[in-house]
């Protein structure tokens, strides 16, 4: 699987919306971008995925870049609860039994009021 | 639906005790992954389990640590003898499709 590069942290205003980028300039045909999030002692939570178009869901946005080598996790008008470590994680959406998912350090995101 | 079930939420003991931890997975999932957080090396996938049968234990630290799952809606991450450096958040989580992976609230252990 593909190794992902981001930011180790980053600050957003209540109510603006938060950009979080991941580079995965190594990313191969197949392979999917994912992204979690991890809330203070909570465990870690499924946002969105996408392989090459754009994917919005009730949580976020996801663009990736036409030529796939890097991507950005939209928060449209973030929260003080989205105050989070947020981690892209690229990989083969396997249906055998590869399931293995390759947990970065991903980017500590304060929301601030 | 419940999701993801752990017991204990925290754990404290002494060196060279026994720990067991538990996971009910959400029903209907078939895959079962058992992962371990510290600050200096992050989430960490022990094992996971496809129906029942352990796929991947190559991230289990060592002999020390076992898991099992005896049926579809229980497994049990059990570490003896324990040491100081097990000290951790131990996640369990579970899926069913290839995208999505659940997790529960964890277990802070603390091995004193």
């Known amino acids: 699987d593909a190794k992902t590069t981001q930011p180790t942290s980053m600050d957003c205003a209540e109510g603006r919306a938060a950009n979080l980028p991941c580079n995965h300039s190594t990313?191969?045909?197949?392979?999917y971008v994912y992204w979690y999030r991890q809330i203070h002692s909570q465990g870690p939570q499924y946002i969105i995925h996408g392989l090459k178009n754009n994917e919005t869901n009730e949580m976020a946005s996801l663009i990736i870049t036409e030529d796939r080598k890097s991507s950005t996790l939209i928060l449209p008008h973030a929260t003080l609860r989205d105050t989070a470590v947020y981690y892209c994680i690229v990989r083969?959406?396997?249906?055998?039994?590869?399931?293995?998912?390759?947990?970065?350090?991903?980017?500590?995101?304060?929301?601030?009021? | 639906?419940?999701?993801v079930i752990q017991s204990p939420r925290h754990e404290v003991t002494e060196m060279g005790q026994?720990?067991?931890?538990?996971c009910?997975?959400?029903?209907?999932?078939?895959?079962?992954?058992?992962?371990r957080q510290t600050m200096m090396r992050g989430l960490e996938l022990l094992i996971y389990f496809n129906n029942n049968v352990p796929?991947?234990?190559?991230?289990?630290?060592?002999?020390?640590?076992?898991?099992?799952?005896?049926?579809?809606?229980?497994s049990t991450l059990k570490i003896q003898p324990s040491e100081p450096r097990d000290s951790a958040v131990?996640?369990?989580?579970?899926?069913?499709?290839?995208?999505?992976?659940?997790?529960?609230?964890?277990t802070r252990l603390t091995v004193l």
């Open chain 1, 27 to 31: 990313i191969s045909g197949n392979e």
């Open chain 1, 92 to 113: 083969v959406p396997r249906a055998g039994n590869n399931r293995k998912l390759i947990w970065g350090l991903g980017t500590s995101l304060a929301v601030n009021p």
């Open chain 2, 1 to 3: 639906d419940a999701g």
């Open chain 2, 18 to 22: 026994e720990v067991t931890l538990r």
């Open chain 2, 24 to 35: 009910k997975p959400i029903s209907g999932h078939d895959y079962l992954f058992w992962y």
């Open chain 2, 55 to 74: 796929i991947d234990d190559s991230g289990m630290p060592e002999d020390r640590f076992s898991a099992k799952m005896p049926n579809a809606s229980f």
């Open chain 2, 90 to 106: 131990y996640f369990c989580a579970s899926s069913s499709g290839v995208y999505e992976q659940f997790f529960g609230p964890g």
